[in-house]
């Protein structure tokens, strides 16, 4: 093809797809399927045969300016993106380690957490009462641990608001940016796809220790990559274990995103 310009196939969520590069290899586990630019897994199937509406598109050309990221990242996408990534329930429950749970991602460590948070009566939207907190929390603590969020909404009688939960998330949010940023010094001029992939991965692991190899920070070899702006390499050696396929799927394509 003339101009410049190279063959890409869609991919089943309409990102740009390279036919030729691979699955990538690297963190505690490896990936099964490859990213926005390669066709090893799921994403080297054809637009069409995910999209029977439009049967006629297979293929489309890229050019230059096509693939480059955006440059803002704000509150708004980090919330989404973690609403999405994390999971986002208004009502009490027990996380995979037992820990009673709310929102996206807060753990409350004891009633008198619960209680410092709004809650209103799901049947009446009247403000909770500390009592009527403190019955919820117990109610979930005594249930079996690690079961869909779902499970135990009727063992509830409480919700959190919508603007509470994000003034948790947007607080959470800001700590672990700030953490970020001592640890990576140029955090704020990296490409905002490899930021929000950043921030996925401290939000589920914490920042860790890399002598005691916990944490993001266990992550060696790709943080040598994001320092060095190795982007390709970065998202090859970002995989967790834990996290769902899916999950560290979108991570890595964040990376890839952000390479030019």
Same mark, same amino acid.
Request: aromatic content about 6%; overall charge neutral; charged content about 20%.
């Given at each position: 093809?003339? *101009?410049?310009?190279?063959?890409?196939?869609? $991919?089943?969520?309409?990102?740009? =797809?390279?036919?030729?590069?691979?699955?990538?290899?690297?963190?505690?586990?490896?990936?099964? *399927?490859?990213?926005?630019?390669?066709?090893?897994?799921?994403?080297?199937?054809?637009?069409?045969?995910?999209?029977?509406?439009?049967?006629?598109?297979?293929?489309?050309?890229? $050019?230059?300016?096509?693939?480059?990221?955006?440059?803002? /990242?704000?509150?708004?996408?980090?919330?989404?993106?973690?609403?999405?990534?994390?999971?986002?329930?208004?009502?009490?429950? /027990?996380?995979?380690? $037992?820990?009673?749970? =709310?929102?996206?991602?807060?753990?409350?460590?004891?009633?008198?957490?619960?209680?410092? /948070?709004?809650f209103v009566v799901r049947s009446t939207l009247a403000a909770a009462t500390a009592k009527e907190i403190e019955t919820?929390? *117990?109610?979930?603590?005594?249930?079996?641990?690690?079961?869909?969020?779902?499970?135990?909404?009727?063992?509830?009688?409480?919700?959190?608001?919508?603007?509470?939960?994000?003034?948790?998330?947007?607080? +959470?949010?800001?700590? @672990?940016?700030?953490?970020l940023k001592v640890e990576f010094k140029d955090y704020d001029t990296y490409p905002a796809g490899a930021r929000r992939?950043?921030?996925?991965?401290?939000?589920?692991?914490g920042m860790g220790s890399a002598s005691k190899n916990t944490g993001l920070l266990a992550f060696k070899t790709m943080?040598?990559?994001?320092?060095?702006?190795? #982007?390709?390499?970065?998202?090859?050696?970002?995989?967790?274990?834990?996290?769902? +396929?899916?999950?560290? *799927? #979108?991570?890595?394509? @964040?990376?890839?995103?952000?390479?030019?």
């Amino acid at each position: 093809m003339s *101009n410049g310009f190279s063959r890409m196939y869609l $991919g089943w969520d309409g990102h740009l =797809v390279h036919p030729g590069s691979s699955a990538g290899l690297g963190g505690p586990g490896s990936f099964r *399927n490859a990213g926005l630019l390669g066709s090893q897994g799921d994403l080297e199937l054809m637009y069409e045969s995910r999209h029977p509406w439009a049967p006629g598109i297979t293929q489309c050309t890229l $050019g230059a300016s096509a693939s480059a990221p955006p440059a803002q /990242l704000t509150m708004a996408q980090i919330r989404a993106d973690l609403s999405a990534n994390e999971g986002r329930v208004n009502h009490l429950y /027990l996380d995979t380690k $037992g820990l009673v749970t =709310v929102g996206v991602g807060t753990m409350l460590p004891n009633v008198a957490a619960a209680q410092a /948070l709004s809650f209103v009566v799901r049947s009446t939207l009247a403000a909770a009462t500390a009592k009527e907190i403190e019955t919820d929390f *117990n109610a979930v603590l005594a249930m079996t641990a690690a079961q869909l969020a779902a499970k135990y909404r009727p063992s509830t009688l409480l919700d959190m608001p919508e603007a509470q939960i994000d003034s948790l998330l947007d607080t +959470e949010i800001t700590t @672990r940016e700030a953490a970020l940023k001592v640890e990576f010094k140029d955090y704020d001029t990296y490409p905002a796809g490899a930021r929000r992939a950043l921030i996925d991965m401290v939000f589920n692991l914490g920042m860790g220790s890399a002598s005691k190899n916990t944490g993001l920070l266990a992550f060696k070899t790709m943080k040598t990559a994001i320092e060095a702006s190795d #982007w390709k390499k970065a998202a090859a050696s970002c995989h967790r274990k834990g996290p769902s +396929e899916a999950r560290n *799927n #979108w991570t890595r394509d @964040r990376f890839l995103e952000s390479a030019p």
